[in-house]
């Protein structure tokens, strides 16, 4: 716990093929082109790192949503959105922070809209249960381009955003299957504790967990345990 942090790096690689794993060497990582430095997604103000949780591009521009970690107490700073137009080389993280209860995000196309991405999003990064938000693809740097899941329809306040499924989710991903016609969420089941303590010991069973919906808002499934 006495060493440095170290902040979260992008790579490359042009191994398209995940089958036999994909396999990046040094060169991959993006780079300064001046100092050959790896570039971070840290801002100077945050304390200790800023962890990317989900990412999406489109066309030349490239998005990731993150949330501030400072501490080994785990005190987690504020959702954040960030953008480069070079490959990943800079990026420039939006002013304004999201909602409380949008830290951990994961994104995808909308099946339904085709010019919004969904964001499923969870309070911390293995707490909370899950709420749904959605963003315009043109702009989603903009605050005022974000509508959130009230349970009947698509709000521009995220305090009407509800929970979509109660369980909490660790390091959780979704997406649409064509053959199932399903969505599909995997999640980290960390037992009871889920997550609320330092000690690695206490974290449970550790169980993958899956659910199904036929739309994105639910109602999910109940949970399909891989023990």
Known sequence: ???????NTMLCSNDLDPRDGVMPNVSDFIRSSSNNKIYTLLEPQVKDTRIPTTG?????????????????????????????????????????????NFKTFWA????????????????EQRKGPVRLASVLKSDPMSQSNYSYWDGSGWSSNPNNAVVIQDSPQGEFSVHYN????????????????QGGSTDP???????????????????????FSLD
Not at 1 to 7: F, I, L, V, Y
Not at 111 to 118: A, G
Not at 178 to 193: E, K, P, Q, S, T
Not at 208 to 220: F, H, L, Q, S, Y
């Open 201 to 223: 010991g206490a974290y449970g069973k550790y169980n993958i967990n899956i659910r199904e919906a036929k739309n994105p808002e639910g109602p999910w499934s109940d949970n």
């Open 178 to 193: 064509d053959y199932l016609d399903r969505w599909i969420m995997f999640g980290l089941d960390l037992g009871a504790d």
């Open 108 to 123: 995808v196309e909308s099946k339904t809209e085709s010019n919004r991405v969904l964001l499923f999003a969870t309070p």
């Open 56 to 100: 999406w591009s489109n066309g030349s521009s490239m998005y990731a949503w993150s949330m501030e970690f400072s501490g080994w107490n785990e005190t987690w700073g504020p959702g954040k959105v960030a953008k480069s137009t070079d490959g990943g080389k800079n990026w420039t993280t939006a002013s304004w922070s999201f909602h409380e």
């Open 1 to 7: 716990q006495d060493e440095p942090w170290q902040h």
